[in-house]
């Protein structure tokens, strides 16, 4: 399943590749494959949005570690304003860093775990590489408004996790709506999943 993908990521690694040989957000190892593994699967939340069209005003993602999905969702799809949150200074510093270098103006950061936000809630959280949905679901759901969707970037282990989750997701409101299949493009086959929840209550 294929997307389309309408900006030049070519500035973004070159900042991104400047602040991870200091920082270390990503091993040197996975530099080779910034734009399979992480660029172009950050992107593939646009499956979700051309099939779904959203509200698409607010975004937080929980956990973003060196900024992904958030920074590259944040410069592709600029009418969104996205919220990276993770609790490591050193990755909100450099997610900082690379907003200032590209001037990516709807893009704010917060350092802080998810359960001390207590004022906010937003249209459409994200969490790529964070930790299994039944943990994820607690996080999630008071940051939720009513109707909003919670998209969990997954392996092909999702079906476990979300059997794993089942109770927990209906206490928390959440109804799974769909699983959203694509590949990276990589030589190998790499499957991902898009798991979908939204906010029923």
Request: proline residues 3%; contains cysteine; aromatic residues 8%.
């Amino acid at each position: 399943m294929n997307f389309k993908i309408n900006s030049d990521f070519t500035g973004f690694k070159k900042v991104f590749l400047a602040q991870n040989a200091v920082l270390n957000l990503i091993s040197k190892n996975e530099e080779k494959f910034l734009w399979e593994k992480h660029i172009y699967d950050s992107l593939s939340i646009k499956l979700f949005f051309e099939k779904y069209s959203p509200k698409k005003t607010t975004l937080l993602d929980i956990g973003t570690g060196g900024g992904f999905p958030a920074v590259p969702v944040a410069i592709e799809c600029p009418d969104i304003n996205v919220c990276a949150l993770d609790s490591i200074k050193k990755k909100i510093n450099a997610i900082e860093n690379i907003k200032q270098e590209l001037s990516i103006n709807n893009l704010t950061t917060i350092c802080d775990r998810a359960e001390n936000i207590k004022d906010k809630k937003f249209d459409i959280i994200t969490s790529r590489a964070v930790a299994t949905v039944d943990k994820l679901v607690k996080y999630v759901s008071p940051l939720l408004k009513k109707e909003g969707y919670f998209v969990a970037y997954k392996s092909r282990l999702a079906d476990k996790e979300l059997e794993d989750a089942k109770i927990l997701m209906k206490k928390s409101g959440l109804k799974l709506i769909d699983i959203i299949e694509y590949t990276l493009p990589l030589d190998e086959v790499y499957e991902r999943k898009l798991v979908i929840l939204q906010k029923v209550i």
